[in-house]
């Protein structure tokens, strides 16, 4: 029944990304200046008080660095020898597969899709194309997994309320930052949700003893 689960959840998914990218082609089709994006990154940036002090900016451009590749790379040395220590060796490499599934996904998509980003918009510079955003999509799959495989060992609403409050700020963060329009991240976050659920079933499946 599961594997059956799991064959059903793999058409979904492939469905859902065929439609994002659908969608991601339809947002470039409508005039720029009439979308709801562009009616809300204006909303957004004309009363960002973020902008306009210097700790509230620090501080959104703090989160917002917690999504970053490098951030990854410097939290696998503490995560790696938790996991190392707790066997849990399988979910470590679990993790890091999941991370790195989303990851090509996303520059896939993004390079399908070669959607510009909100250049007028920029509070900080980003290189790249915007949708959809790698830091909503990475980071809400990244430790939306991390979170199913400790779950056992910690189990604490407030460490879920936690996680749950970073993937929102990491995700607004990039509208407050004018780097990635609302709809990127919207379809980031959907696409980091299933991806989280995709690994879940992996490892449900085939992964854990």
């Known amino acids: ?105 996303n520059e896939l998509i993004k390079h399908i899709v070669l959607r510009k980003r909100p250049i007028e918009f920029f509070i900080i510079n980003m290189s790249g194309f915007s949708y959809p955003s790698g830091h909503a999509m990475n980071f809400s799959a990244f430790y939306l997994t991390f979170r199913f495989l400790l779950h056992e060992k910690f189990k604490s609403r407030i460490i879920d309320i936690i996680i749950y409050i970073m993937i929102f700020l990491i995700a607004i963060s990039r509208v407050i930052l004018g780097v990635h329009w609302p709809t990127d991240v919207i379809v980031g976050l959907v696409l980091g949700y299933f991806c989280y659920n995709l690994a879940k079933l992996i490892y449900l499946n085939f992964w854990r003893d």
């Not at 469905?15 to 200046?33: D, R, W, Y």
Request: aromatic share 20%; net charge positive.
């Open 1 to 105: 029944m599961e594997k059956l689960k799991l064959r059903q959840f793999f058409v979904l998914f492939f469905a859902v990304l065929i439609c994002s990218i659908i969608f991601g082609f339809f947002l470039k089709s409508i005039e720029l200046t009439n979308s709801v994006d562009y009616k809300i990154m204006t909303l957004v940036q004309s009363n960002n008080i973020f902008n306009k002090n210097y700790i509230l900016l620090n501080f959104i451009k703090f989160i917002t660095s917690l999504g970053d590749g490098k951030t990854y790379f410097i939290l696998f040395v503490p995560f790696g020898v938790y996991f190392y220590y707790n066997n849990l060796k399988k979910e470590f490499l679990l993790l890091i597969a999941t991370l790195l599934l989303t990851y090509m996904l």
